[in-house]
């Protein structure tokens, strides 16, 4: 979870380093860098970035 102003401190944990979560967390990583550089990936990062434009 990235720390936010709004996020309260019982809600903040250290980021695992090893074990189930972190090996999860890291294959969640290199899968959407993978998706993000697929022609349906880039497109949606665009549209992303323009909805963001947007607001």
Do not use: I, N, Y
């Not at 936010?4 to 959407?32: K, M, N």
């Not at 993000?36 to 990062?45: D, I, M, S, V």
């Amino acid at each position: 979870m990235a720390w936010t102003v709004e996020t309260p401190t019982e809600e903040l944990e250290d980021f695992p380093t090893c074990g189930f979560r972190a090996r999860r967390w890291l294959r969640f990583e290199r899968d959407l860098e993978a998706w993000l550089a697929t022609p349906e990936g880039q497109f949606a990062a665009w549209d992303a970035a323009q909805g963001a434009k947007s607001d």
